[in-house]
């Protein structure tokens, strides 16, 4: 298993959102994400049980395309069961991310590191305004495979083109709960790259791999909420 | 559904007691959609009578548009998608000189259901779209460089149209497998460069040569209720009390897996991405020998 890059995590302070923040898996692959919530919501768009959760990306170059409602709609299935939007009746929550590493315009793309960037970045921002009430932590990681086998935990860009299997997981992480584990799946692609094809166990594989490699991301996230960025005592009683 | 012509607070006086009974039970899935589906599923079935695991009857009807270099009509149930596939020519981009471009796109028209209504494509239908989009391409169905009529000058671009004439829910499925047979029943006529003209000829005579279609890709999706209850191929009813939606990519002829994908929060109590991957290959295990594509 190859090792992941370092995780860099800001809080901006943007001044007319109620919580932003910023996740990078090195410097190469970031996103800035902000939460506005519960704000006004449309009368079109107002649910009368529960908030509206809405997701909008921006790309780094261009107008949003349909692959970016794509992304929108991924991220909102990845974190709408961390919310509990039946405290605010007819509010919006509003989450927009914006992307902060260009994606290659033609040719195949590898867009799964940045998904996990996204949705890490969305967490953390819905964490910073703390104006939500959440179940749980998103943390989500890239995981490929490389034509030898070789498993790669959040491969770096270059290495990329060497993969023919690959995805990202996106698990809820909670502490306290008294279960075998500690986080749940919430959102999972995998696919092949180069036209191959994989079995069960493959990407039973990979997703253990992504399990273990998310408590990495959560404890990041943790310890970024500490003053001083000190890293977490209860480390330790985290199982996953 | 009958209209009673007098207004009256109580039961209409002009229907039978079965009609009587049918329009109580359409007035408790309308006010009660979720009780409604929790009380089919607790005896083990579902509204349209299809147990969880259930799929529904599908048929393919190609080349129905003579003016579409391909086409194809998919009825999934009640979900009905055609399809067509337009070849046109273009400069290929400047990276990537010999390959070709597949543009799919989905468009649900406010004719299909009444979630739609008209003007700019909705959400949903750029979602699926994109899905689409990626489905096609890491299935690798079609080389891009088999598009190719001379490299860096001149490539064929295929828009693969797809329209959904009547929605019930798993669109998905419906779209891919119209779009698959569709690009089967895509002829493209013999095209030739000429380098003196600097143009691209096709043949109008000569016979119109098929795709190079390497892979049949076939989908299966699946939604999970309450966080246990694993419903395959949910209908329209259905889909907005999913909570998940999970998605199987298989090979049609090997049935091995090209892509699976879990949107939501997974089952509590089983492992739903296993059972779901075992389901898929049963479903095109056994319709296999069925479905020509």
Redesign the interface.
């Known amino acids: 298993m190859g090792s992941s890059r370092p995780i860099e995590i800001s809080f901006d302070g943007l001044a007319r959102v109620d919580g932003s923040a910023r996740f990078g898996f090195g410097d190469a692959t970031a996103a800035l994400a902000s939460v506005s919530g519960p704000i006004e919501v449309r009368l079109a768009s107002e649910l009368p049980s529960q908030a509206t959760f809405d997701v909008s990306v921006r790309p780094l170059s261009n107008v949003p395309s349909?692959?970016s409602?794509?992304q929108a709609?991924?991220i909102r299935?990845?974190l709408?069961?961390s919310l509990i939007l039946n405290k605010n009746p007819r509010t919006l929550i509003q989450l927009v991310v914006q992307t902060l590493s260009p994606t290659p315009?033609?040719?195949?793309k590898w867009t799964d590191g940045l998904l996990g960037a996204m949705i890490n970045a969305s967490t953390l921002a819905l964490l910073n305004a703390g104006s939500v009430p959440m179940r749980g932590a998103v943390c989500a990681i890239a995981v490929g495979k490389a034509q030898g086998g070789e498993l790669l935990v959040d491969p770096e860009e270059d290495r990329t083109d060497e993969l023919v299997q690959g995805g990202c997981f996106a698990f809820?992480v909670a502490d306290g709960a008294r279960l075998g584990s500690n986080s749940?799946?919430?959102?999972?692609?995998?696919?092949?790259?180069?036209?191959g094809?994989?079995?069960?166990t493959e990407?039973?594989e990979a997703?253990e791999a992504a399990r273990d490699a998310v408590k990495r991301v959560y404890a990041a996230m943790k310890s970024s909420f500490l003053p001083g960025g000190a890293s977490d005592p209860d480390e330790e009683k985290m199982e996953t | 559904m009958a209209y009673a012509a007098p207004i009256q607070p109580t039961a209409p006086t002009g229907l039978s007691s079965q009609e009587n009974e049918a329009l109580q039970a359409s007035i408790f899935q309308r006010l009660h959609p979720r009780a409604y589906l929790e009380r089919f599923l607790a005896e083990g079935f579902r509204p349209d009578g299809r147990t969880l695991e259930g799929w529904r009857d599908v048929s393919v009807n190609t080349g129905s548009i003579s003016t579409a270099d391909g086409s194809a009509l998919v009825r999934l149930g009640n979900t009905t998608v055609v399809c067509g596939v337009k070849a046109e020519i273009a400069e290929p981009e400047l990276d990537a000189g010999n390959r070709g471009f597949l543009v799919p796109n989905l468009d649900l028209p406010a004719m299909c259901s009444p979630r739609f209504k008209p003007g700019p494509p909705t959400d949903d239908a750029q979602v699926l779209s994109d899905r689409l989009n990626e489905a096609l391409i890491a299935s690798n169905i079609l080389p891009l460089e088999s598009l190719c009529i001379q490299p860096n000058k001149s490539v064929w671009v295929l828009y693969v149209d797809a329209t959904c004439i009547n929605y019930d829910g798993n669109a998905f499925d419906a779209t891919l497998l119209a779009m698959v047979a569709a690009l089967k029943n895509t002829r493209l006529p013999k095209t030739t460069y000429d380098e003196l003209t600097k143009r691209t000829i096709c043949s109008r005579k000569a016979e119109r040569i098929p795709l190079d279609i390497k892979r049949t890709p076939v989908s299966a999706s699946f939604g999970i209720f309450d966080s246990n209850r694993i419903l395959s191929d949910p209908t329209a009813f259905e889909e907005p009390l999913l909570d998940t939606t999970l998605t199987v990519l298989l090979d049609n002829s090997t049935r091995e897996l090209i892509s699976v994908s879990q949107f939501g929060l997974g089952s509590a109590s089983t492992d739903a991405l296993g059972s779901c991957i075992q389901a898929a290959k049963k479903r095109w295990g056994e319709s296999k020998d069925r479905i020509r594509l």
């Open positions: 349909t692959e409602k794509s709609s991924s299935s990845a709408a069961p315009i033609s040719g195949p809820m749940t799946s919430v959102w999972t692609n995998w696919r092949t790259l180069k036209g094809t994989f079995n069960e990407i039973a997703r």
